[in-house]
């Protein structure tokens, strides 16, 4: 449903896993599945050493995991000072529903800012409903939206006053969160522990809630 919850449960995931027994029995679907179990369980007995790039990670998963950070993986430009004109907010994402884009466009709506949606629009559960949903979303707000080359990340970055990190889904060592704090840019997230390990100085508001992003 969407929803995060604690962790693997029998109870839990069986209900999430219900309206998806079609998808899972599609022809080969299952086998997939059942391999990918038999190589976890083969990870387990044989893998001398986890690596994490997060505690968080370490944690939830429930491994006994050597934590080691992920560098940044561009060249970033120097820090810039924040515009003299509207602020100008920045998302970088997949456009799905647990990267909250749609929050992110909720909350700048009919604000004096800009909104730059930086992802690529991809199916969610085999249908590009909610892409189209967003594309139509941000036209009307007059916001922009689609993926962005990785040798146009520099630009990206440089025209960024405050990037908006709305995902409501576990994170873990997010590297959009990352290259920002590395250039100085506020970051303004849902208050997830997988952020807050690698920037405690953010802004943090409550998941999913409409109400506490649009009045940020």
Same mark, same amino acid.
Request: hydrophobic letters at 40%; a positive charge.
């Given at each position: 449903n969407l929803q %995060?919850?604690?962790? @693997?449960?029998? *109870? #839990?995931?069986?209900w999430c896993l219900a309206p998806l027994w079609p998808e899972l029995l599609w022809p080969g679907m299952l086998p997939k599945l059942w391999q990918r179990q038999r190589w976890e369980a083969e990870g387990d007995r044989n893998v001398d050493c986890w690596l994490s790039p997060s %505690?968080? /990670?370490? !944690? &939830?998963?429930?491994?006994?995991? #050597?934590?080691?950070?992920?560098?940044?993986? &561009?060249?970033?430009?120097?820090?810039?000072?924040p515009s003299q004109?509207? /602020? *100008?907010?920045?998302?970088?994402?997949?456009?799905? @529903?647990?990267?909250?884009?749609?929050?992110?466009?909720? +909350? +700048? #709506?009919?604000?004096?800012?800009? $909104?730059?949606?930086?992802?690529?629009?991809?199916?969610? %559960?085999?249908?590009?409903?909610?892409? &189209? !949903? $967003?594309?139509? =979303?941000?036209?009307?707000?007059?916001?922009?939206?689609?993926?962005?080359?990785?040798?146009? =990340?520099?630009?990206?970055?440089? +025209?960024?006053? $405050?990037?908006l990190f709305p995902s409501t889904w576990e994170e873990n060592s997010p590297s959009v969160i990352r290259e920002a704090a590395a250039m100085g840019i506020p970051i303004l997230s849902?208050?997830?522990?997988?952020? #807050?390990?690698i920037q405690p100085d953010a802004i943090f508001l409550p998941i999913e809630n409409k109400y506490a992003w649009r009045h940020a």
């Open positions: %995060r919850c604690s962790g @693997p449960e029998l *109870r #839990r995931c069986s %505690r968080h /990670l370490i !944690q &939830r998963m429930k491994k006994p995991a #050597r934590y080691l950070p992920l560098p940044l993986l &561009r060249n970033l430009p120097a820090p810039t000072l004109g509207p /602020l *100008r907010c920045v998302f970088a994402g997949s456009i799905i @529903p647990t990267k909250g884009p749609h929050l992110a466009i909720e +909350a +700048a #709506r009919g604000l004096p800012l800009s $909104l730059h949606l930086a992802g690529p629009l991809v199916a969610y %559960r085999g249908s590009m409903d909610y892409a &189209r !949903q $967003l594309q139509k =979303m941000s036209q009307e707000a007059g916001f922009s939206l689609g993926p962005i080359p990785p040798e146009q =990340m520099k630009t990206f970055w440089e +025209a960024a006053d $405050l990037l849902s208050d997830l522990e997988g952020v #807050r390990e």
